[in-house]
C-alpha cells in the first residue's frame, strides 16, 4: 500500500518561507503527477499545485510566484517551496497524486501570523 509522509511544516511570521516534503513509497510515484493541497480551517481542501513527472507545473492562482512545486524522483520525494507566506496560507498541507487517488497522509500544520 502506497504511503504519504509529509513534514516540513511550523510557525511563522508573514514573509518567512518554508519547505515542505513529502515522501511516497511504493513505484507510483514514478509515473503519475504529484501534487500539494491544503485545508484551512473550516474550508474544503483545495488544490495548491501540481508536478507532472515531466517537469511541468501548475499552481492555484493564490500562490503563483511565491510557491515551488519540485519532485525528486530518486528519492520518492515531493517539495512544496513556499516563500512570502501569507496568514492566508495558514493550513493543513497534504500531498497526493493529481487526481488524489492515494489514502492521504497526517499533512503537516503550517501556520503564518501577522
Known amino acids: 500500500q502506497v504511503q504519504l509522509v509529509e513534514s516540513g511544516g511550523g510557525l511563522v511570521q508573514t514573509g518567512g518561507s518554508l519547505r515542505l516534503s513529502c515522501v511516497v513509497s511504493g513505484r507510483v510515484f514514478s509515473f503519475i503527477p504529484m501534487a500539494w493541497y491544503r485545508q484551512a480551517p473550516g474550508k474544503q481542501r483545495e488544490l495548491v499545485a501540481v508536478a507532472t513527472r515531466g517537469g511541468s507545473t501548475n499552481y492555484t492562482d493564490s500562490v503563483k510566484g511565491r510557491f515551488t512545486i519540485s519532485r525528486d524522483i530518486a528519492k520518492n520525494t515531493v517539495y512544496l517551496q513556499m516563500n512570502s507566506l501569507k496568514p492566508e496560507d495558514t493550513g493543513v498541507y497534504y500531498c497526493?497524486?493529481?487526481?488524489?487517488?492515494?489514502?492521504w497522509g497526517q499533512g503537516t500544520q503550517v501556520t503564518v501570523f501577522s
Open positions: 497526493n497524486t493529481a487526481s488524489s487517488s492515494l489514502t
